[in-house]
């Protein structure tokens, strides 16, 4: 009998933050061996709770929410949506111009389904977060990246994004706060991106799941408001903010030029259809996760969890010798560079391998991120204080005696 086989479409597509490293770690689990999993941005096996509120009201909507909704959600989510872009300086945003999703990941996927034909081209930021890269080839485009400066606090290269675009180029993709850097870009920087869009007729893609996980004082600007006349698709969602990963609960809205774009705004609209709808029940609690702006706030000031965890894995790893980092901004993730030369680094990958197998820690690899050189790998610093302690600690010993071959 002849093999059945996966589809060519996956030849080129990869998930390292659920690959195969992950699947070692889960036969090493499965083997009895306490692996401490460290790939995913998941808040609650680390001891994050959504907020009680947000569970009531998840509670009473039961009831109500048992049919499908419209396609594009329920009128009360769309409208926190909204709401939510005008308090941001996104201007012209209505609730018909809202898409809810079975979290951000599903509405990536149907923006790039929705736009691109064979042999366009997008513009993806190296490292990056894989599922754009994966969304662009699956909807039959290409990939191309553009450098984030690692001694320039991981800010887009913008001559290097310049040199990228060509007569094939439809959009831009910008994931800010950045995953896995923990970037925050400067206002300046986001202006040079939406002049490069005006110039040369591009949509923008602006990911920022991370928008409500700044530190510092910094200040997140929405991509759409910086370039309100330029067709901007902002994606964002309640997952990381409020806790609630396994809820779902995504949003997708439209802003700035609509005027040329009513054929795309159709297919849109078609494959939302098509889903039926994402979850009625994760759209209820839309509306009180944007209304509540403390629960995130607490987590990020100082005395926080995340603020707190952060500095202490930040000034654990940037003391380990062979290591440096560039201290995150925004979210809940380092992505540390290794001395690849003095450990004779060659494979990123193999490195996670042997640090998994020899330390029982999990980690992803630079290159899960399209990071081109075999020299970084992301940390999620969602555990408490003693399990950061020690994977310093493992990372420290593990490091002492470690050459690739």
């Known amino acids: 009998m002849k093999p059945i086989k996966k589809s060519s479409k996956l030849n080129y597509i990869g998930y390292d933050i659920r690959g195969p490293v992950t699947d070692l770690a889960d036969q090493m689990s499965a ?20 907020p009680a509120e947000m569970i009531a009201e998840l509670i009473r ?19 926190a949506v909204a709401n939510y872009c005008t308090e941001r300086g996104i201007p012209g945003v209505t609730p018909n111009d809202v898409y809810t999703g079975n979290g951000v990941s599903e509405l990536i996927l149907m923006s790039m ?38 001694k320039s606090e991981w ?22 706060p950045n995953n896995p850097t923990g970037a925050l870009y400067p206002k300046e920087i986001l202006e040079q991106i939406a002049d490069l869009a005006r110039e040369h007729d591009l949509i923008l893609f602006s990911d920022e799941i991370y928008d409500r996980l700044v530190m510092d004082g910094h200040i997140h600007h929405a991509m759409a408001s910086i370039a309100p006349d330029v067709l901007t698709l902002t994606l964002n969602g309640l997952s990381k903010s409020h806790l609630i990963a396994g809820f779902r609960a995504g949003w997708m809205c439209i802003s700035g030029d609509k005027s040329r774009a009513k054929s795309y ?30 629960t995130p706030r607490l987590l990020t000031e100082p005395g926080g969890r995340i603020y707190e965890q952060r500095e202490f894995i930040y000034n654990a790893i940037k003391d380990i010798p062979g290591l440096s980092v560039v201290k995150p901004k925004a979210a809940f993730y380092l992505f540390p560079k290794i001395d690849a030369k003095r450990f004779n680094i060659t494979d990123d990958e193999q490195f996670v391998v042997d640090f998994l197998r020899e330390k029982h820690v999990l980690l992803t690899h630079g290159g899960g991120f399209h990071w081109p050189k075999p020299n970084h790998f992301r940390i999620v610093y969602l555990p408490d204080m003693e399990a950061l302690a020690g994977l310093a600690t493992r990372l420290r010993e593990f490091l002492e005696s470690y050459r690739q071959a």
């Open 113 to 150: 389904q929705a736009l691109l034909d064979r042999g366009d081209e997008v513009l993806v930021p190296a490292p990056d977060y894989p599922l754009w890269t994966a969304a662009v080839t699956l909807a039959g485009g290409t990939p191309v990246y553009y450098h984030c400066d690692e």
């Open 265 to 294: 705004i159709e297919g849109l609209t078609m494959l939302a259809s098509m889903r039926l709808c994402s979850n009625v029940l994760a759209q209820s609690v839309l509306r009180i996760g944007l209304a509540d702006p403390d």
């Open 155 to 176: 800010n887009p290269d913008m001559a290097d994004m310049r040199k990228q675009i060509t007569s094939r180029t439809k959009a831009i993709v910008v994931i800010n």
């Open 31 to 50: 083997d009895g061996i306490d692996i401490l999993k460290l790939n995913t941005g998941n808040p609650a096996p680390f001891g994050f709770n959504a």
């Open 61 to 79: 909507d039961i009831p109500e929410s048992q049919g499908y909704s419209a396609s594009k959600g329920i009128t009360c989510a769309r409208e």
